[in-house]
């Protein structure tokens, strides 16, 4: 089993659309989550941390069950721009450092 | 502020022969880290680098080096290269190895072996 599963994609959705990706990590001992963004041909970048309470940011929202070990991120309203691949990511749980385990992203296309 | 770089962006090198990447952290940031995309897929955790140190590893061989120098920034070393290195090389900086501080990428090195 992989460290972290996500949906597989793409998805394509309209503008305005409500779109969904799920995620599931294997090791309990992770601490720390997040939702990346990259761009074709471009490096990651950091779209948001997950919290155990839920977390919003405008029009996206990123929950954690860690009982499950299973992570969301609900893009509402969705735009031309939101266009990209979400990578799902968490901390490896190691004392010696703070490496990151990525999944193989999952890619939304968003159409007018 | 200039974030991190990382240079060259583009490489092309034959099969067994040696490759250093270089990277620069983001000012203030003394950790760097390494990871392998290759076309498809999330980036793979190579090593981390601390206080010139290799703190962590993911599961590359040993083919796979590195270093840190005293101003933070840090190089990758591929020996031997194989067609299968053909990734794009990130390199990500943050402050302090033990803290789950915000990781911030370089544009990365598209390395191609033929």
């Known amino acids: 089993r992989k460290e972290v599963e996500q949906d597989p994609g793409p998805f394509n959705v309209p503008e305005g659309a409500t779109v969904a990706f799920n995620c599931t990590y294997s090791?309990?001992?992770?601490?720390?989550f997040f939702w990346y963004r990259q761009d074709c041909r471009k490096e990651p970048k950091l779209l948001m941390s997950?919290?155990?309470s839920g977390n919003e940011d405008g029009r996206f929202t990123a929950q954690l069950n860690r009982a499950s070990q299973y992570i969301s991120l609900l893009i509402r309203d969705s735009k031309l721009s939101d266009s990209a691949t979400y990578l799902c990511?968490?901390?490896?749980?190691?004392?010696?450092?703070?490496?990151?385990?990525f999944g193989k992203g999952t890619t939304l296309s968003v159409s007018s | 502020d200039a974030g991190v770089t990382q240079s060259p962006t583009h490489l092309i090198k034959t099969r067994g022969q040696q490759v250093t990447l270089r990277c620069s952290p983001k000012?203030?940031?003394?950790?760097v880290s390494w990871y392998q995309q290759a076309l498809g897929q999330g980036p793979q955790f190579i090593f981390q680098?601390?206080?010139?140190?290799?703190?962590q590893r993911g599961n590359f061989p040993d083919r796979f080096s590195g270093h840190q120098f005293p101003n933070y920034s840090s190089e990758l070393n591929v020996n031997a290269l194989l067609l299968g290195d053909s990734a794009l090389y990130l390199c990500?900086?943050?402050?302090?190895?033990?803290?789950?501080?915000?990781?911030?990428f370089g544009q990365g090195t598209r390395l191609t072996v033929v």
């Open positions: 000012s203030g940031h003394d950790t």
């Open positions: 997950v919290y155990s």
């Open positions: 990511v968490v901390n490896s749980p190691n004392q010696a450092g703070t490496a990151l385990i």
């Open positions: 990500a900086s943050s402050e302090g190895h033990r803290r789950n501080t915000e990781a911030f």
């Open positions: 680098y601390y206080e010139e140190e290799e703190r």
């Open positions: 090791n309990s001992a992770s601490q720390s």
